[in-house]
């Protein structure tokens, strides 16, 4: 039990374009979930807390407006990089937590061109 | 393991050695602390855990010490096998909405 997926598991597009990825509980529900970032060789970097049915909470330094983030649903929550830039190029990762567990998702490769 | 730049610190060992891996953490109020392997390409799976008022966890083949004193975190992998081969990192919980700080990672290779 407690599957999260992401869906694409890669996506390539290019600069200026818009990219949505989506998160979701397979087996659970989540009113809470989380999205990563993970530079080449670094270590995953926390972007925002997603809670379902209100605005996500953005950590320092994360623009709201270029990751929007929707958690419309107990089991979905998306990401939209807006107008992308191959400095976005990167690892992309969700969380969705049940009780005080957090299960991860297998990551988005998103290259932007 | 210590971050270098943007270089993994990485540590080999020979399978059926075992192995230890070393976390600092940074904040004196975390009460929750997790070991992730990550695989290329895939996304960080739960090894093992430990609460603050703990010291020592085992599982299958793994260890977690841990050390309040010098905020100091480590996994140790008996018998380590080729399919250990990862990267692996520790975690540490904020205590605020169950927030996950990461530590840097490293990476470990079996040699056969």
């Known amino acids: 039990g407690a599957v999260v997926s992401q869906h694409p598991s890669r996506v390539i597009c290019k600069s200026g374009t818009s990219v949505k990825i989506e998160c979701r509980s397979l087996d659970f529900q989540a009113t809470t979930m989380f999205w990563y970032r993970q530079f080449p060789k670094q270590s995953l970097m926390l972007m925002a807390t997603s809670n379902e049915g209100s605005k996500a909470t953005y950590e320092q330094g994360v623009e709201k407006d270029k990751f929007l983030i929707n958690h419309a649903s107990l089991t979905l929550s998306t990401l939209t990089v807006t107008s992308a830039h191959p400095e976005d190029s990167s690892f992309y990762i969700c969380?969705?937590?049940?009780?005080?567990?957090?299960?991860f998702g297998p990551g988005t490769r998103l290259t932007v061109l | 393991g210590e971050s270098v730049g943007l270089h993994l610190p990485t540590l080999s060992v020979q399978e059926g050695d075992n192995s230890i891996i070393n976390c600092a953490y940074s904040n004196s109020a975390s009460d929750y602390f997790i070991w992730y392997k990550q695989e290329s390409g895939k996304g960080p799976q739960f090894i093992i855990d430990i609460r603050s008022n703990m010291d020592k966890r085992q599982g299958q083949r793994v260890t977690v010490l841990l050390n309040k004193t010098v905020k100091h975190l480590s996994l140790q992998i008996a018998a380590t096998q080729p399919g250990d081969s990862a990267v692996y990192f520790c975690a540490e919980n904020t205590g605020t909405a169950s927030k996950l700080t990461f530590g840097t990672g490293t990476r470990l290779q079996v040699t056969l």
């Open positions: 969380s969705a937590r049940a009780d005080s567990w957090q299960y």
